[in-house]
């Protein structure tokens, strides 16, 4: 009987005498049975998937190739944007390097077919129409154009929709009044279609292009944006006081125009020029 009890005590301790002899040396797992060194096992790194690159998002600049807008489009351009540009002479005179990075479409934005191509797959639109002349013609430019472009901006699922319109001059206003009405029926529309973004800008300086001459409006404008920006009170002074209102440079509203057209937490609502000066100096 002690025999068999014995027996069955050692064969029930194998397997553990035999797990315990098993040794695990330098990474090898030696085998008792022989001196045969089983291969060691190999560990590889995955492969590092890098994700796609989102595609820079598109934003249409009507009125590229003027003054405001031709800035605008550089800003966009410095800023990893898809930028194009829609106007009635396309990519008109400019010259510089960068223009070659714009898709410049020539159209009417008294013509909505046209327009509509424009904007397709277009997150942001800036418009910086505006002209000048009879009461007519300022109101169709500064108005009706630009209420074509925020209908077909809305049609078009655009997402975002800046105006740069204006400050109020007091007695200006009375002067140009096609040019005000104007932009103040297109300003009450961009309300209804979008959560916009209306700059409002004074005097605006800067290198301006005219034919073969450079004209630096920076010489006048930079001094009185120094003076003006810091005698806000005298704004409010009825009649005159409007007229105080500080110069603007434009490249600060260049930038504050391409930041509220892709800036998704920018406020929406009317950005004065006090406003305009305190977005341009942030990073």
Not at 19 to 27: I, K, M, Q, T, V
Not at 232 to 256: D, E, R
Request: aromatic share 8%.
């Amino acid at each position: 009987m002690r025999t068999i009890v014995s027996r069955l005590i050692q064969s029930h301790s194998l397997p553990s005498r035999l797990s315990s002899e098993g040794l695990l040396r330098n990474g090898r797992l030696l085998s008792t049975g022989s001196n045969k060194v089983e291969e060691t096992f190999k560990v590889e790194e995955a492969e590092t998937v890098k994700p796609e690159a989102p595609e820079p998002e598109k934003v249409l600049v009507l009125g590229g190739n003027g003054f405001v807008g031709s800035h605008v489009c550089k800003e966009a351009l410095q800023q990893g944007l898809s930028v194009s540009s829609f106007s009635r002479s396309g990519r008109a005179s400019i010259q510089e390097s960068w223009a070659d990075s714009v898709v410049w479409h020539q159209g009417s934005l008294l013509v909505q077919d046209s327009l509509k191509n424009a904007m397709n797959d277009v997150s942001a639109v800036v418009s910086c129409v505006g002209g000048f002349g009879s009461y007519s013609h300022m109101y169709k430019i500064n108005g009706t154009a630009n209420i074509n472009a925020i209908r077909t901006a809305a049609e078009q699922g655009v997402k975002r929709f800046v105006y740069i319109s204006a400050a109020d001059f007091g007695l200006v206003n009375y002067l140009l009044r096609g040019y005000y009405d104007g932009k103040i029926t297109a300003v009450s529309l961009i309300n209804l279609f979008f959560a916009g973004v209306i700059l409002r800008p004074g005097f605006i300086y800067g290198t301006r292009q005219v034919g073969g001459l450079k004209i630096p409006l920076g010489v006048i404008g930079s001094p009185l944006e120094m003076i003006l920006q810091h005698a806000k009170p005298l704004n409010k002074v009825p009649v005159f006081g409007p007229l105080l209102t500080p110069p603007v440079s434009v490249t600060a509203v260049a930038k504050v125009a391409v930041r509220a057209a892709t800036d998704q937490v920018f406020p929406p609502g009317i950005v004065d020029v006090y406003g305009i000066l305190r977005f341009s100096e942030q990073k």
